[in-house]
């Protein structure tokens, strides 16, 4: 018997990737909302579990593990509890690798340069044409990419590694949403468009991110 | 025997985390240096090995597998090269989660917003104030992250996880190295400037940096 797992998050594309992973996984979870407009990541109790002060944190009292950072908490889920490989690959495969690269890619590319883009879009006092031409170009770059990345692997399926959705699937689907949020069509990349467009109407999905409304 | 790595890379800080790492490990490997200076890195023959087109990449034929994205490249290196693990720890282990965290980390938050404020510092046409301060302030709050890291695990020496270096402390030192550059004096955090001191004089670290130059 698995204790549930509880989660501290927000309705943040980073937050939506790990409650939609929980969801696939069908794990029981409990859900903390952190308050962001009133700064509660950066509260003692919280810096304590995650010294980053961000949000999502997992902790698990199955195993005593307290795990921050998307992409370290989606492979955790999947080392843990995904042993049958339904969302994931089998440590030291050559899928394995693949995925772990793509996973990064979507945390140190897409995820900072989309989320630099949000703020001189949505957040920063001023306009500043620099910025928005530079971040702008850059996560529709990124965006190309990982539609070739598809595309690559699109005789296995519209996935991102393998024959079937993975952690790196659920990683990109938060900040694509977001791009697609803030005006920019992902139908105009074929295979990204029709990968985005299958995966949010996947149940899982809708209730991953409904659970933090 | 293990035919020597093939590592595509250049003199940048998520270079050096590799070829140091590499040192480290007294593996022998291939360097073939490419021009970023000619975009090189966006040729077609490379593209191939790497669909987003940036440095560094491995290739190893030992084992079929090409890899990007620097903390992958890490993680691939440590489970394939470091069985005892003198510079990682064992997979599924509580610090191999922190070892993950932080190294995700170290990519997904120091890279790129250290990598911002050095586009803006000296690449950048034009000098803008706002992006100055933005980038400016969440560097030092970084490295201010990552002196507590440290300082939570100084009982065991100052090393991010447990009792000895680690594939994190190599991927926090490419960036650590470039904000010292950037005229940010590592040694206001009491932890970090020793660790970065202590760490900068191994002739691992020393080789790793000069074999790119």
Not at 99 to 112: D, F, K, M, R, T
Not at 148 to 162: A, C, H, P, Q, S
Request: aromatic share 14%; net charge neutral; glycine share 8%.
């Amino acid at each position: 018997m698995t204790a549930p797992l509880k989660l501290y998050t927000a309705a943040t594309p980073n937050g939506f990737k790990i409650s939609i992973f929980l969801e696939f996984l069908g794990l029981k979870y409990d859900v903390q909302k952190i308050n962001l407009r009133t700064n509660e990541q950066k509260e003692d109790w919280f810096v304590k579990l995650n010294p980053n002060g961000r949000i999502p944190t997992l902790t698990d009292s199955n195993t005593g593990v307290t795990i921050s950072q998307t992409a370290a908490i989606l492979q955790y889920l999947a080392d843990t509890y995904d042993k049958d490989h339904k969302f994931s690959y089998k440590f030291g495969s050559v899928e394995y690798y693949k995925q772990l690269e793509y996973l990064i890619y979507s945390v140190a590319e897409q995820g900072p340069i989309t989320g630099q883009l949000s703020h001189f879009t949505r957040a920063a006092p001023e306009k500043i044409p620099y910025a928005l031409e530079r971040y702008g170009t850059d996560v529709k770059r990124i965006l190309g990419v990982l539609d070739e990345i598809i595309n690559r692997n699109k005789d296995n399926g519209l996935y991102f590694v393998g024959t079937h959705y993975s952690i790196v699937d659920f990683s990109v689907f938060g900040w694509a949403r977001s791009a697609g949020n803030l005006g920019i069509d992902l139908d105009q990349w074929t295979y990204l468009g029709k990968w985005f467009k299958e995966l949010s109407e996947a149940p899982e999905v809708k209730k991953g991110i409904e659970i933090l409304q």
